[in-house]
Nanobody, 118 residues
Framework: QGQLVESGGGLVQAGGSLRLSCSASQSISNINTMGWYRQAPGKQRVLVAQ???????NYADSVKGRFTISRDVAKNTVYLQMNSLKPEDTAVYYC????????????WGQGTQVTVSS
């Protein structure tokens, strides 16, 4: 199992931007799907954005048009660019890797806190 390390979280005012990074200990070129999830206090962890090996992307409705997921295979890193942040985006953001398309096996990073003040 590989390891994922998130970074880039912090405190930002509403309307601001942050870029999260997820660095993988192994090559991401063959990882079928990588994604960002978030968990707000007292709530379930939910999908924010996903990207596949074919660079297809999928976004939660709440972040469409504001967030962009991308990956740099040479750096084994997945990014989440977050613009026009809102207080409701406040959560711990987790990186996830699902290596195989037809398997539920997946693993997580430790998370990074994003706090958006009003």
């Amino acid at each position: 199992q590989g390891q994922l390390v998130e970074s880039g979280g912090g405190l930002v005012q509403a309307g601001g931007s942050l870029r999260l990074s997820c660095s993988a200990s192994q090559s991401i070129s063959n990882i079928n799907t990588m994604g960002w999830y978030r968990q707000a206090p007292g709530k379930q962890r939910v999908l924010v954005a996903q990207i596949t090996t074919g660079s297809s992307t999928n976004y939660a409705d709440s972040v469409k048009g504001r967030f962009t997921i991308s990956r740099d295979v040479a750096k084994n890193t997945v990014y989440l660019q977050m613009n026009s942040l809102k207080p409701e985006d406040t959560a711990v953001y987790y990186c996830n890797a699902r290596p195989y398309a037809f398997s539920t096996y997946n693993y997580w990073g430790q998370g990074t806190q994003v706090t958006v003040s009003s």
